[in-house]
């Protein structure tokens, strides 16, 4: 999409209370707003924050501020307004009709990035059906031709069924074969996550705000060549690497969509199979723009939308705060970010783009791991070696004595390990 645009956020004026205060402020809004728009590569010609008294039902704008931004549209030369809200059909509607040029607001926008970014069978799959949620609540919008009414068939039949109840039943019959097939894909991701349950590596997640720079990161730690932008939603289908660690240990790296305020429900539902990889890791890296100035309020939207997945638990030992773009700090900022890693203990400070911090961060990855660590017993006959050696090569070993004629051993496994080994001596039995 190309052209020049509108991009407006509308804030509603009242006093600043203590709920207020860990609030984004309206123009840290409206620069992701801008950020958001040029993800899909449009101009920004005019962009404001419009403080309102209260919403207006018809426009969701005032009359003042719609007959205001109308001139600037026109003389701009503005062909699409963006809304930084939730526009009802009936407003975006009126709103096109006083504007003249398509408007568009946030869940619009947040889709049309991305249809855009969307590379794997999957991905288009997850937009389509998001996209198909949405159009059917804008059916509204079509009102030019709601008169049109198709035959009914027999005597009894009626005027027949009017083109508005035809679009609704055709959009809802292709979101029912949709979610067939997300399921379908939900399937096939469960069967390759046990395949890789049958490999010996952990799954460690990089989830993030957007732009957060976890691709930047990702690229970093396995020297892969994943699209890497200074761009809003760069990524949105997973990619998953495999990645060695200090202590020799193997990982399997997953770089997955970047999060966002007020995401839409529909669009969480919608892309739920791919953030389902998150729920599926052992570790979780939680990476963060700390050169943001609203890196606080980015990363509490990080762990809404986590808790809404059931990863909720940012305290436990399955999470590490990664405090990135750390080259981007005056030296104050960047001494107190790099103390507050020190103090914490399940966090690393670093800069994806130098390097710098990232041998903090694989250490810390192997301790955490080993955290997650079972220590579980096993007698083992003197013969079966190849239990023993496969013990030693995918746990730590705490003790081994000989006993009544087997081999009592005291090992410490991930819950993963611990499934593989006990399958393998159910199967070799």
């Not at 930047?216 to 890497?228: E, K, M, Q, S």
């Not at 289908?237 to 990982?251: E, F, H, Q, V």
């Amino acid at each position: 999409m190309e052209g020049r645009a509108l991009v407006v956020h509308p804030a509603l004026k009242r006093k600043i209370d203590a709920a207020d205060a860990a609030a984004r402020a309206p123009e840290d809004k409206l620069e992701e707003a801008c950020g958001l728009a040029r993800a899909i590569d449009l101009k920004i010609a005019h962009a404001e924050v419009v403080r309102l008294p209260s919403f207006r039902p018809s426009t969701l704008l005032g009359e003042g501020a719609v007959e205001r931004l109308g001139k600037i549209v026109k003389e701009e030369g503005i062909a699409i307004a963006v809304v930084d809200g939730l526009l009802g059909p009936v407003q975006q509607r009126n709103l096109e009709k006083e504007w003249r040029c398509k408007v568009i607001d946030r869940t619009g926008l947040i889709l049309e990035i991305f249809g855009a970014r969307a590379r794997t069978a999957e991905g288009r799959l997850q937009v389509e059906l998001a996209q198909l949620t949405y159009q059917r609540s804008r059916l509204v919008r079509t009102w030019s031709h709601l008169e049109r009414q198709r035959g009914g068939f027999g005597f009894l039949a009626g005027p027949g069924e009017s083109q508005l109840e035809s679009d609704r039943r055709q959009i809802g019959d292709k979101i029912v074969r949709l979610k067939k097939e997300l399921e379908e894909v939900k399937r096939t991701r469960a069967l390759h996550r046990k395949a890789r349950a049958r490999v010996p590596y952990p799954v460690v997640a990089l989830v993030g705000y957007t732009n957060a720079g976890k691709s930047t990161l990702f690229n970093r730690l396995v020297h892969a060549r994943v699209l890497a932008a200074d761009m809003l939603f760069a990524t949105l289908d997973p990619t998953m690497r495999a990645l060695a660690l200090p202590s020799g240990r193997k990982i399997i790296l997953s770089d997955t969509v970047g999060f966002v305020s007020d995401l839409p429900h529909d669009l969480v539902a919608a892309f739920r199979a791919t953030l389902e990889e998150v729920l599926a890791a052992d570790l979780v890296l939680h990476v963060r723009d700390v050169s943001h100035p609203e890196t606080e309020a980015q990363a509490a939207d990080v762990r809404k939308v986590l808790a809404e997945l059931g990863r909720a638990d940012e305290a436990g030992d399955e999470f590490v705060e990664v405090y990135n773009k750390l080259d981007r700090l005056d030296p104050e900022a960047r001494d107190a970010w790099t103390a507050r890693a020190t103090r914490e203990a399940n966090a690393a400070c670093l800069s994806a783009i130098t390097g710098e911090g990232t041998d903090r961060l694989l250490t810390l990855i192997d301790k955490r791991l080993a955290a997650l660590r079972q220590t579980v017993e096993y007698d083992l006959p003197f013969a079966d070696g190849a239990a023993l050696a496969w013990l030693h090569e995918h746990g730590q070993v705490l003790d081994s004595r000989a006993e009544d004629g087997h081999l009592h051993v005291t090992v410490a496994l991930d819950p993963a390990d611990r499934q593989r080994f006990e399958h393998r001596l159910r199967t070799a039995s």
